[in-house]
């Protein structure tokens, strides 16, 4: 058995489960033959759900799952079924579910017990080896589990009851119907307002998370209203993370998440899902601000990629993630710096008196938690009060500055380095490629665009299925597919088109949108599952539906393709598009503002289904990527705006809906701007354009 389920484990692709054929626990995978085995031995099934960028699952493994006792204690009593979240997104959300319903918290590693049929009777996140700050020891837990099972079934049928029951409570409230209303945006905004930390920026208290959706739902606000309040929300939340530890200062990128409340501790983990959506509202909050911070926030974003990753990028797609730690010993020792450590990397003692000054190492907020010597780089003192203490001019002490971080840079490398997962799941990397289309857009970064479009055009060639969609994994069609893949990379392709207007990309959301429409529609709701109807069930709980309208983090897929239907009706002026935007929104109206914050892309698409709507229409015949008009267009930022480009010579008036073909009449080059019903007079110079779109 050992030798049979660690070949399995060991053959798959993902990096978690390769890892797991290592550990003495005979893991099996998910899969029929796991349960099947558990039914036939009437043994419960232990589910652990991690991922390999995951700390605590790494230190899981190591104090319990590659311990001789403990795997023998496992194999002994249960069928154990490894599972890595990222691979399975349908699994994890479910058991996710069930263990919150029971203990009130999640996370990972998940640890869940089974019944063979695989519903949850017991569960929780990371056990410890012994006894410890009033947690059972992980070996008393699997005992106790074990017993239960053997000696007390009824009561871990009552369990199982109980949890479905509150599972079942919990999908009714899931989507809930209403009336779409501009009155639902304005509450959540409202609400934002009183969530908001007005001493270090985002929203509530630590553990602080970025929430890049509900930044992007106020940027839009302080746009349309000129509100100084919204915008002082997005700026102080961005200047606070840009200048957090919760940025990596050197490298550029964002961290998963900060532990501390003023963004300078962070868990180490890079994830594409946050960077790809901080990249588009750092670029976003770049072209409405002109902050310089932003931009090179953005660009910082885009090095990490460069940096990490370069050969993939070169071939088409974007890495799932980079690792906290090297090792299970490691607690961020790669990302962080001692004194000592400086002092080694910069002879010059002056620079090293500017990075103490400039980056914090002398304050204990920096300091990690299990090692105080060692301290997180953020940006604690602006450069110019850097250079009146260390008696310089701001030019040369900001070169001084930027020397320095390139040395530091340099010697990093030189470190045992954390895991890069190069994955390349669909969805994922479509965020991130949406983040660097904004980047090629709003901050004019020239390297974006083409890697961008190369991972686009990969994963449609390598995962795109005619009937099936996008599988989830590049290449894998046993993979499966998700919606977040159909939706994320569906919006990827609207962007794409906006930036190149070839209009290949609207063809291809055009049938991801199609078979969305096909294989998720849930018949109850009007809205759309997370995995395909027609999709096998080996355990009781993924039959269970999830239509989830919460950003967690990465946006609400329901919400995405709302706003991918509305976008695409407003380029192509297809009223059935914004017909289904608006039925697919009806369905979560009485979800939603309960969730507020949670879901503020659904409340962004509220918003561009009952707000006016900017329509740019650019005219001539001059290739994309040098005509000063659209160029114009794209790096201007305003809500709720499409851009089209026509090109008299290659268009046929007839070909276009009636709206559109009036504009290709005669040949001078112009743009026309309308905002909801009304259009003003057509402009020909790109200066005069900008100025139309920041006044109209």
């Known amino acids: 058995m050992t030798i049979e389920t660690g070949e399995t484990l060991a053959a798959s692709r993902s990096p978690f489960l390769q890892h797991g054929a290592t550990q003495p626990v005979r893991w099996m995978p998910w899969g029929d033959a796991a349960f099947e085995r558990a039914r036939r031995e009437n043994r419960p099934i232990l589910l652990d759900i991690g991922a390999v960028w995951c700390h605590w699952c790494h ?16 194999n002994e009593l249960f069928v154990p079924v490894k599972v890595d979240r990222d691979e399975r997104p349908d699994v994890d959300a479910r058991y996710q579910r069930a263990v919150q319903t029971l203990t009130g918290q999640g996370g990972w590693p998940l640890t869940a017990f089974l019944t063979p049929e695989g519903e949850v009777y ?3 996140t990371y056990f410890p080896p012994r006894d410890s700050m009033g947690r059972p020891s992980f070996p008393r837990v699997l005992r106790e589990v074990a017993r239960i099972w053997n000696e007390e079934p009824q009561r871990a049928q009552d369990a199982v009851r109980g949890i479905r029951e509150r599972l079942s409570t919990y999908a009714r409230a899931e989507a809930q119907p209403g009336e779409i209303d501009p009155e639902l945006v304005e509450a959540t905004v409202e609400e934002l307002a009183e969530q908001f930390d007005f001493r270090y920026g985002g929203f509530g208290r630590a553990p602080k998370f970025p929430n890049a959706g509900a930044i992007t739902l106020l940027l839009d606000h302080s746009s349309d209203t000129g509100i100084e309040w919204s915008a002082r929300i997005v700026r102080e939340t961005l200047d606070a993370m840009a200048r957090g530890g919760i940025y990596d200062q050197l490298g550029g990128g964002f961290h998963r998440y900060s532990v501390d409340a003023r963004w300078i501790i962070p868990h180490f983990e890079k994830m594409a899902y946050d960077n790809g959506v901080l990249l588009d509202v750092y670029a976003r909050a770049y072209a409405a601000y002109r902050q310089e911070l932003y931009r090179r926030t953005a660009r910082g974003i885009v090095d990490h990629y460069f940096d990490i990753a370069p050969r993939l990028l070169e071939q088409g797609g974007f890495p799932a993630s980079q690792d906290a730690d090297f090792s299970p010993d490691d607690d961020g020792d790669y990302w962080t710096w001692t004194s000592a450590e400086v002092a080694a990397a910069l002879p010059d003692p002056v620079m090293a008196r500017a990075v103490h000054l400039r980056y914090g190492l002398d304050e204990s907020a920096s300091s990690m938690h299990l090692d105080h010597s060692r301290h997180v780089l953020f940006q604690a003192m602006p450069v110019e009060e850097v250079a009146r203490r260390i008696e310089r001019d701001v030019s040369a002490t900001a070169e001084l500055l930027e020397r320095a971080r390139i040395t530091l840079k340099q010697t990093r ?10 994955t390349v799941y669909s969805g994922w990397s479509a ?5 660097f289309l904004a980047a090629a857009r709003y901050t004019g970064d020239q390297r974006a665009a083409p890697v961008a479009l190369r991972a686009l055009e990969r994963i449609w060639t390598e995962a795109f299925d005619p009937k099936r969609g996008l599988a989830h994994r590049l290449g894998d069609r046993s993979a499966g597919e998700y919606l977040d893949d159909q939706a994320f990379f569906a919006q990827a392709c609207v962007d794409a088109f906006e ?13 991801l949108l199609r078979i969305v429409q096909q294989r998720f529609a849930d018949a109850n709701t009007g809205a759309f599952r997370d995995r395909p109807v027609d999709a096998p069930a080996i355990a009781a709980p993924l039959e269970e539906t999830v239509l989830s309208i919460a950003d967690s983090p990465s946006p609400a897929a329901n919400a995405v393709i709302a706003l991918t239907q509305l976008r695409m009706a407003a380029l192509l002026h297809r009223p059935e598009l914004r017909e289904r935007a608006l039925t697919l929104l009806s369905a979560f109206a009485g979800t939603a503002p309960r969730l507020a914050s949670a879901a503020a892309t659904w409340m962004r ?6 707000r006016p709507v900017t ?8 290739d994309a990527a040098s005509d000063p008009l659209l160029q114009a267009a794209l790096s201007s930022y305003r809500p709720r705006t499409v851009i089209l480009k026509l090109q008299p010579a290659e268009v046929e008036a007839r070909e276009l809906a009636p709206e559109l073909a009036a504009m290709v009449t005669a040949e001078s080059q112009r743009a026309y701007v309308c905002v909801g019903n009304t259009c003003y007079a057509p402009v020909s110079d790109a200066d005069a354009l900008k100025k139309l779109l920041l006044a109209s």
């Not at 230190?59 to 496992?74: F, G, H, N, P, Q």
């Not at 930036?499 to 049938?511: F, G, M, N």
């Not at 698409?605 to 009952?610: D, G, M």
């Open 605 to 610: 698409a509220c918003a561009f289904a009952t």
């Open 122 to 124: 017991y569960g929780g």
């Open 413 to 422: 490398d030189s470190r045992p380095t954390p895991f890069v997962d190069e």
């Open 431 to 435: 965020l991130v490629a949406s983040g």
């Open 499 to 511: 930036l190149s207007q070839h209009p290949k990309w609207l063809d291809r959301a055009e049938q």
């Open 59 to 74: 230190v899981m493994d190591r104090e319990s799952y590659e311990d001789a006792e403990t795997a023998a204690l496992i």
């Open 615 to 622: 329509t740019v229409v650019v005219v001539n015949d001059a």
